[in-house]
């Protein structure tokens, strides 16, 4: 799993990215800004924060490589990244960037200035050999399966990770090239890994299949120089203490921070002792960004909560919710349509009534602003039908539409697809038969038809195929009284 969320201050500035938004925090107060478009809940790549150190430039993406300036304080989209890349961070005065093959491994690490036109490809070390103990095979070929490259920040420079080849290089701040590598045992599809600089190296955190956690510290040139749990499995309480990791952070040359479900420990470097133990809940993966002198902001991955953190050294660590006021802001970008997408241009959602024997139609024009769909449906929803207070009957770019009963408050209609940037005009008839009143839905779905494998059927057998929603519906809702 690659970072969802990020947090990243500059000066008196601060900004909160998720896949589906961004807050951007001065000093006290915040505006949202919302991604318009096919947003995926589960990115196939991290989402992008990067900012230089004035905050002039802030790049964002929503995990799908598409990579977008939006300005001084994130104030207004205006330019986008020459390239797709699967990430990107800042380096004092410079972005540094991974781009990944088809296959999802690292084809280039990559700087460039502050408007990210020009990229200088830098140089890879070949990975050194580092042995963790958690499941290697030592002796046998490693099994790689590629998922990507992602980053992360210290202040001591810059990881890049390849989970999925057992990968993890270091660049130190300014540098032409990373300082050096390590190959380890390839992750897992269901393990998770963080990575940051040290000034003796890299700290590495495992998260194997979601739960059981190591905590490594390597030097450069393979060299183990701390584990939690020991590597010796002396202490027996050790592995109870970071079941469930949910992130990592180096504090100083001398202090990291552990998060685990429900503590955050920290921790002395390079050997790794636990100092402190403070108590909190962190069920979810953490994003960390200093927020000043012996001071950290830190925000799960699956809320939008914010909790300033103290490590002041000689003072107990300390956390407290922040909880700063949020207006809504511009539409931060859009970033297009993947699937099917149906928006109303023309509906009313004022309440409609309906006295016998006079019949009301409803009349609205829906567009798909995505791709084409194979198939419509369009469904009617509410009390009213099921008791049989009213009739209905549905016309569909002018033509009658065969409507069927189910569940007895639903009739459902389904007709041809809908191609991209067409309109469709729908009529919903209402043929009053008593009295009643009630909300009523109207939703237009777009569909496609797929095959459903029955475990007892023969293969020779023709699959039965089964009508499922593809993409974004339209939805209408009113009172409908029937007099």
């Known amino acids: 799993m690659y970072p969802r969320r990020r947090l990243l201050a500059r000066r008196s500035w601060l900004f909160d990215l998720r896949p589906q938004r961004l807050i951007v925090f001065h000093r006290a107060e915040g505006v949202y800004r919302e991604v318009s478009g096919d947003v995926p809940d589960h990115p196939s790549a991290p989402v992008v924060l990067a900012a230089l150190d004035e905050a002039q430039d802030v790049w964002v993406g929503s995990g799908d490589r598409r990579v977008f300036s939006v300005g001084t304080g994130a104030s207004a989209p205006i330019q986008t990244l020459p390239r797709e890349c699967f990430d990107l961070t800042t380096d004092s005065d410079r972005l540094i960037g991974t781009v990944v093959d088809d296959a999802l491994m690292l084809a280039t690490l990559f700087a460039t200035d502050g408007s990210g036109q020009q990229w200088e490809p830098m140089t890879l070390p070949k990975p050194v050999p580092a042995t963790h103990g958690y499941g290697y095979s030592e002796g046998r070929p490693l099994r790689q399966v590629p998922d990507g490259a992602f980053l992360d920040t210290s ?40 990575a940051l600089a040290t000034p003796h190296g890299v700290l590495l955190l495992l998260v194997i299949n979601y739960r059981q956690t190591a905590l490594l510290h390597f ?72 927020a000043g002198p012996d001071r950290w902001w830190v925000g799960a991955e699956d809320s939008d909560a914010l909790f300033l953190l103290t490590a002041e050294p000689g003072h107990p660590l300390r956390i407290q919710a922040s909880n700063r006021p949020v207006s809504p ?62 009739d209905v009957s549905v016309r569909y770019r002018g033509q009658p ?83």
């Open 155 to 194: 202040p001591f420079g810059i990881t890049v990770v390849e989970k999925g080849r057992g990968r993890v290089y270091v660049l130190r701040p300014g540098a032409a090239q990373p300082e050096g590598a390590l190959q380890i045992e390839p992750g897992g599809e269901q393990d998770i890994w963080r």
């Open 329 to 390: 802001g511009a539409p931060l970008m859009h970033v297009g349509y993947k699937m099917p997408a149906f928006h109303w241009t023309e509906h009313s959602s004022a309440p409609l009534s309906v006295s016998a024997p006079v019949i009301e139609t409803w009349r609205a024009v829906v567009r798909n602003d995505g791709t084409p769909c194979e198939a419509v449906r369009i469904r009617v929803s509410g009390a009213l039908l099921g008791a049989r207070v009213v």
């Open 219 to 290: 030097a450069l040139d393979g060299t183990l120089l701390g584990s939690i749990p020991k590597s010796d499995d002396e202490d027996e309480d050790a592995e109870e203490l970071i079941w469930g990791g949910a992130g990592v952070c180096v504090l100083d040359a001398s202090r990291a921070l552990l998060f685990v479900q429900d503590k955050t420990l920290l921790v002395s470097l390079p050997g790794l002792q636990v100092l402190e133990t403070l108590v909190g809940e962190w069920p979810a993966f953490v994003s960390v960004t200093p």
């Open 401 to 483: 539409l065969p409507m069927v009963e189910e569940q007895r408050v639903n009739v459902v209609g389904v007709t041809a697809g809908l191609e991209a940037g067409a309109t469709a005009e729908l009529e919903v008839i209402f043929k009053p038969r008593s009295e009643g009143s009630g909300p009523l839905t109207i939703t237009v779905e777009p569909c496609s038809w797929q095959s459903q494998v029955k475990y007892w059927q023969w293969q020779d057998k023709e699959e039965p195929r089964v009508l499922a929603v593809t993409g974004h519906p339209a939805s209408a809702w009113f009172p409908l009284t029937v007099e």
